[in-house]
């Protein structure tokens, strides 16, 4: 499987932008999906994950209640919607996946259990 992240951009502190990963076939529907970011001269962290339905969420308390990740398996795709941005924000953002499909606990927020990474999409936030 391969995962093109894409949405990113230059926006103002406060302003929002949607990231969408879009997987290259319908296996994408089994594989439980994150999104990281790593910035400048920083380890990659963990941002958000989701469940192969949808139905298990979790995020970092950084970006929890500002962002929000979703799928629409029919399109292959994982989005991440982030409001209220902020300067800490600004980052490379990855979106990857995990072709086990487990639901998203513990594990999720370590990226060396993921088989499949897209390219990464940069996010710059102005204040």
């Known amino acids: 499987v391969q995962l093109q992240a894409s949405g990113g951009g230059l926006v103002q502190a406060g302003d929002s932008l949607r990231l969408s990963c879009a997987a290259s076939?319908?296996?994408?529907?089994?594989?439980?999906t994150s999104w990281f970011r790593q910035a400048p001269g920083k380890e990659r962290e963990f941002v958000a994950a989701?469940?192969?339905?949808?139905?298990?969420?979790d995020y970092a308390d950084s970006v929890k209640g500002r962002f929000t990740i979703s799928r629409d398996n029919a399109e292959n795709t994982v989005y991440l919607q982030m409001d209220s941005l902020e300067p800490e924000d600004t980052a490379v953002y990855y979106c990857?996946?995990?072709?086990?499909?487990?639901?998203?606990?513990?594990?999720?927020?370590?990226?060396?259990?993921?088989?499949?990474w897209g390219q990464g999409t940069l996010v710059t936030v102005s204040s």
């Open positions: 990857a996946g995990d072709r086990l499909g487990r639901p998203p606990t513990y594990w999720a927020r370590d990226p060396a259990e993921y088989n499949y």
């Open positions: 076939r319908r296996a994408f529907g089994g594989i439980t």
């Open positions: 989701i469940s192969w339905n949808g139905g298990i969420t």
